[in-house]
């Protein structure tokens, strides 16, 4: 077994503590307070000049397989089911395979604020048009000189801002921004964990370093928190920072382990990125297949 020592991250908020930073950030992100959030900062010439990105027309898909089996770290994972077998009645003349699909998703609002027939707030139709622009993936583990970053392990602004100047490139408005801890090769090579007790992901205070860059959207391969948590009396700190103060779309458990060594055989950690949400008009979130354009 490969693991390594966590290194000791920023210290744990206080409630008070998270609260000032929570009207920081709100603050610094009055700018994406409409129906669109940061996608505001997606603007028509800021996507014209994403496609500026691509140079060999190589596609990676950032999306983890869909499982279907239950493990320690998914125990509701997607059902699949098919029907039009063999033996089903065929008098009608049509005959065909069907596939029937049910999965768990989730957005960021509270559940006092939906019905039964869907989400009253913050719905996935905010991004029916798609999400085009400019990806940026930044490889925390890679700047460690280490595999992956071990459960419990925080992402720092001061990590995000080092590992821009080992990767040559910079985070700038209306990117879409992609954080690398390792989660899933950790997986692979370790097999399946309790992910809901502990896992690597970004501190709270990493967040004013998006504020001040004004990204548009936030992805990672863990679910962007640490668990457990570094917050006192908040479970996901990340995911209300993200989406109640600074209005972004989080993508969670993704995987970048077919995309990181292509961008280090490249030289070049960015590329045009697409994002297609399903048209769920009153659901909170969509399964997506997230992919790099380099």
């Known amino acids: 077994m490969v693991t390594h020592t966590r290194r000791a991250g920023p210290p744990r908020l206080t409630a008070d503590e998270f609260g000032v930073l929570y009207r920081r950030l709100l603050s610094q992100a009055a700018w994406a307070s409409g129906d669109r959030g940061a996608l505001d ?5 800021r996507m ?10 190589r596609t990676v898909t950032l999306a983890a397989p869909v499982e279907t089996l239950p493990g320690p770290d998914n125990p509701e994972p997607a059902k699949h089911r098919m029907s039009g077998q063999p033996d089903e009645d065929t008098s009608s003349g049509l005959h065909f395979a069907r596939d029937s699909f049910a999965m768990n998703v989730h957005g960021g609002v509270s559940a006092s604020s939906v019905t039964a027939e869907g ?20 490889d925390i583990p890679r700047l460690r000189g280490v595999p992956w ?81 570094s917050t006192e009396g908040v479970d996901f700190p990340v995911h209300v920072l993200a989406i109640h103060a600074l209005g972004l779309h989080l993508l969670d458990y993704l995987q970048f382990e077919d995309l990181a060594p292509v961008c280090a055989a490249e030289g070049r950690w960015s590329f045009l990125s697409v994002i297609a949400p399903l048209r769920l008009p009153e659901a909170t979130g969509s399964p997506v297949n997230p992919t790099a354009v380099l």
Do not use: K, M, Y
């Open 149 to 229: 970053l071990e459960p419990g392990d925080h992402v720092s602004a001061d990590d995000l801002t080092a590992a821009e100047t080992a990767q040559h490139v910079r985070v700038t408005e209306g990117d879409l921004l992609f954080v690398r801890v390792g989660h899933r090769r950790r997986r692979a090579e370790l097999g399946a964990w309790p992910a809901a007790d502990a896992r690597a992901g970004l501190h709270p205070s990493a967040l004013e370093f998006l504020a001040d860059r004004r990204v548009a959207v936030l992805g990672g391969d863990g679910n962007n928190d640490t668990a457990p948590s």
């Open 119 to 138: 989400a009253t707030a913050l719905s996935v139709e905010a991004a029916r048009d798609g999400i085009v622009g400019r990806g940026v993936l930044l």
């Open 41 to 45: 900062a997606l603007t028509p010439d």
């Open 48 to 57: 014209v000049a994403a496609t500026r990105e691509v140079r060999t027309g």
